[in-house]
């Protein structure tokens, strides 16, 4: 089992940044990979990036590649999503997840998710 919280959301004017966080509790947290998401009111559930359980893979959705990044430590148990440059259409709940398969970009590939955390970009 692993239980994740996310963290770091707010409010950022547009071109500003924000560091999302996902501690991760349970044995097996380096065994998965995982994800980050975001849903925004009335859209559905989208792909944003996912790193493989060393980190020595990532996978990003086109529309922040260049802007985010996402990054893990195995040792506290956290994964990161570093978000630059950014734009009012990122504005969402932000979800961390972890899956059994490096690189899903649907949601349904996931096993585990966290509550989730609100990104407010104003222009």
């Known amino acids: 089992q692993v239980q994740l919280v996310e963290s770091g959301g707010g409010l950022v004017q547009a071109g500003g940044s924000l560091r999302l966080s996902c501690a991760a509790s349970?044995?097996?947290?380096?065994?998965?990979?995982m994800g980050w998401f975001r849903q925004a009111p009335g859209k559905e559930r989208e792909f944003v990036a996912a790193?493989?359980?060393?980190?020595?893979?990532?996978y990003y959705a086109d529309s922040v590649k260049g802007r985010f990044t996402i990054s893990r430590d195995n040792a506290k148990n956290v994964v990161y999503l570093q978000m630059n440059s950014l734009k009012p259409e990122d504005t969402a709940v932000y979800y961390c997840?972890?899956?059994?398969?490096?690189?899903?970009?649907?949601?349904?590939?996931?096993?585990?998710w966290g509550q989730g955390t609100q990104v407010t970009v104003s222009s």
């Open positions: 349970g044995r097996t947290f380096s065994s998965y990979a």
């Open positions: 997840a972890g899956s059994t398969v490096f690189g899903a970009t649907i949601p349904q590939r996931y096993n585990y």
């Open positions: 790193i493989r359980w060393s980190g020595g893979s990532t």
